[in-house]
């Protein structure tokens, strides 16, 4: 997959990480992606749901397997504004997916923090797409809420 | 806590260990308690939901934060047959509850492979109640299973 496809769909995800802003949550937003098309979009939802487990990336997953009908998203690549938490990225392990795009690195929260490669180890990880837009939604969210 | 009261809770979480088995899913149960109560029960609902976030310990977090109305879990108990892949572990972090109490150790899946202390620093592990019985439920399983 060329960059300009990887940048397109993660623009699509920064457009859900706006929807969450609007929201008043925390801005990160998520695409999962089949055959070069997307079949599942998802934003954090903690505060609107009151549940800590309402990450962009864990919604993304339901609906995408919802979707396709089965429990795996092999043959599919998860977007996400920001890189997972160490819950997604567990989650998107037991998903066996096939890539995993994220923007921003989450330097506190982030799954690097606490290890390495917790993924499938067929998984592929592409980092730094339109980080700087992806990471900048967050800072300037915060900023506000000070 | 007294061991006795773990082990009383213990046997709660076993119970919908149990009702997953009848589902034909892998048996695993969970209970949350606050103030020495159940506010929550489930079992891991994978197969049913064709979900991979579906494990006993999420849907555990998501129905004890919509009971209590907010997104954490302070004060909370969280006891599961099985001790909790990355995923739970990482979202039981994100609830900052105050215990986890597992069952059997797992050596494929369990945080401890991947991650030493993946929890909220205030969070207390107590592992091994009724690990028998609970190593039991998974193992008869997959032996049916073959």
Redesign the interface.
Known sequence: MTGTEDEKFMRAAIEEARKAESRGEVPIGAVVTCDGRIIARAHNL??TL????AHAE?QA??SA??FL????LTGCTLYVTVEP???????L???QIDRVVYGAADDKRGYHV??EN?FHKKTKIVSGVLSDECSRLVTEFFKKKR
């Open positions: 903690t505060e009151t549940d800590p487990t864990m997953i339901t397997t919802s009908g089965g429990k795996y938490c160490l819950m997604c990225a567990g989650a392990a037991w998903s606490f290890c917790p």
